[in-house]
T-cell receptor, first 113, second 114 residues
């Protein structure tokens, strides 16, 4: 199993550009989520999905869109990048048993100039 | 609402010594899981240890143990015999049994001194 994969690993954008961060998992987990990590703030939930076709907002959703057309894929779209979106982005996939850990992707480092 | 608090932004420990990283949580749920993750400078999130709210014994995984005090709502991570490779950020997280969502603390940066 590849687990959770994310692409790209690094990205530099100019203010106003759009892009999509890709996330895929091969563990057949229904629940997937996107976090951003900023210094001193831990991981903050952006959006999550409880299954194909179902998404919802997390703590910091503004400026981001998601969709979930398949169980495997959960892309995150930045509609019009802003310097405040400079961050490290993690995708995670979660088993249904609450005793089990989330599985994280390797992260995407995004710099918005 | 769920809230995870890690009050130690940075910690230092001498190599081969033990260190305790603090974590307190606030929840009205009775059934939940507590997790600790390590994030080295390379950036990946590494799962370390899990404790269930109904587990009577403290969890242990090799050099990691979780000092779970349910009444105090604390779940401190104890690392024994620290190694240089333990230098990293450490995050505490909680997951209610009725939700798939994880709640994270702000992390503690641990530096192991030779």
């Amino acid at each position: 199993n590849a687990g959770v994969t994310q692409t790209p690993k690094f990205q530099v954008l100019k203010t106003g550009q759009s892009m999509t961060l890709q996330c895929a998992q091969d563990m057949n987990h229904e629940y997937m989520s996107w976090y951003r990590q900023d210094p001193g703030m831990g991981l903050r939930l952006i959006h999550y999905s409880v299954g194909a076709g179902i998404t919802d907002q997390g703590e910091v959703p503004n400026g981001y869109n998601v969709s979930r057309s398949t169980t495997e894929d959960f892309p995150l779209r930045l509609l019009s990048a802003a310097p405040s979106q400079t961050s490290v982005y993690f995708c995670a996939s979660t088993p249904s048993r609450f005793q089990e850990t989330q599985y994280f992707g390797p992260g995407t480092r995004l710099l918005v100039l | 609402a769920q809230k995870i608090t890690q009050t130690q932004p940075g910690m230092f420990v001498q190599e081969k010594e033990a260190v305790t990283l603090d974590c307190t949580y606030d929840t009205s749920d009775q059934s939940y899981g507590l997790f600790w993750y390590k994030q080295p400078s390379s950036g990946e999130m590494i799962f370390l240890i899990y404790q269930g709210s109904y587990d009577e014994q403290n969890a242990t995984e090799g050099r990691y143990s979780l000092n779970f005090q349910k009444a105090r709502k604390s779940a401190n991570l104890v690392i024994s015999a620290s190694q240089l490779g333990d230098s990293a950020m450490y995050f505490c997280a909680m997951r209610p049994s009725w939700r798939n969502q994880f709640y994270f603390g702000t992390g503690t940066s641990l530096t192991v001194i030779p």
